[in-house]
C-alpha cells in the first residue's frame, strides 16, 4: 500500500513540475510536458502569410483592374477583356496569384510602350486612362505595406521551421508556407519594377492633361494616397 501512495505522489509531482513549466513557459511548454515539443501551427508567420496573400490578392486585382482599362486606352479591348476575367474577390488563399502577376507583368510592358511610343490617345482612351488611375493607385498603396509584410513573413517561416525538432512536422510546416513563400519571394522585384513604371504611368497621364488634383482626392478617399508617386 505504502509503494502504490508513493507511486501516486510521484506521478502527481511529475504532472504538477509539468504544469508549472507549462504555465511559465506558454503553450509550448505545455506541449512538451504532454511530449509534444513542436508547433505545426506556424503561429505568427501564419499569420503573417494569411496578411501577405490577402495584401496581394487585393494589390493584383486592382492592379488588373487598372491595367484592363489601361489596354482599351490604348486600342487592346480583347486583352483588357482577358484580365478582368482574372479579377474575383480577394482572398487570404488565393491561387491565382501567379496567373495575376504575370498577367499584369505583361499589361504593364505593353503600356510602358505606348507611352515610350510618343503615340497620342483619343478622347475616349484619356477617359480610360484617367479611370484606371484609382484602382492603381490602390494597387501600389497595397504593394507598399506588402513590401514590408514579406519580409517579415519570410523570416517568421524560417524561424518556425528551424524551431521544429520533430522532422515528421518540417515538410507539413513547409507545405503550409508555400503560397506565402513562393509569393513573398517576388515581391521585392514586382515592386521595384512597379515604382519604376508608376512615375512614367502618372508622368504620361499628367501630359495627357488628367485632373491629377482629383485623382490625388479619390485615392486619399480610398486610403491610397501612398499610391500615387510624387510627381
Do not use: C, H, R, W
Amino acid at each position: 500500500m505504502k509503494n502504490i501512495y508513493k507511486t501516486i505522489l510521484f506521478t502527481l509531482g511529475i504532472l504538477l513540475s509539468s504544469l508549472s513549466f507549462a504555465q511559465f513557459g506558454g503553450l509550448g511548454g505545455l506541449k512538451d510536458a504532454i511530449g509534444g515539443g513542436d508547433s505545426s501551427g506556424g503561429g505568427n508567420a501564419l499569420a503573417l502569410q494569411a496578411e501577405l496573400i490577402l495584401g496581394m490578392s487585393v494589390a493584383m486585382n486592382s492592379f488588373l483592374k487598372a491595367d484592363a482599362k489601361f489596354m482599351s486606352a490604348i486600342g487592346q479591348d480583347a486583352e483588357a477583356k482577358k484580365l478582368l476575367n482574372l479579377v474575383e474577390e480577394p482572398s487570404e488563399n488565393d491561387k491565382k496569384l501567379e496567373a495575376k502577376i504575370k498577367a499584369s507583368g505583361e499589361a504593364d510592358i505593353k503600356m510602358q510602350s505606348f507611352i515610350d511610343s510618343g503615340k497620342e490617345l483619343s478622347a475616349e482612351g484619356k477617359k480610360d486612362l484617367a479611370e484606371g488611375l484609382l484602382p492603381y493607385a490602390i494597387g501600389m498603396a497595397s504593394m507598399i505595406k506588402m513590401a514590408k509584410v514579406a519580409p517579415e513573413f519570410l523570416q517568421a517561416s524560417v524561424d518556425e521551421i528551424k524551431s521544429i525538432k520533430n522532422p515528421m512536422q518540417i515538410m507539413k510546416v513547409k507545405k503550409q508556407f508555400d503560397l506565402g513563400v513562393k509569393t513573398g519571394k517576388k515581391v521585392p522585384d514586382l515592386f521595384k519594377k512597379l515604382g519604376a513604371s508608376s512615375k512614367k504611368l502618372f508622368g504620361f497621364a499628367k501630359a495627357n492633361k488628367i485632373d491629377m488634383k482629383k485623382v490625388q482626392s479619390d485615392a486619399k478617399k480610398a486610403g491610397a494616397a501612398d499610391g500615387i508617386p510624387s510627381m
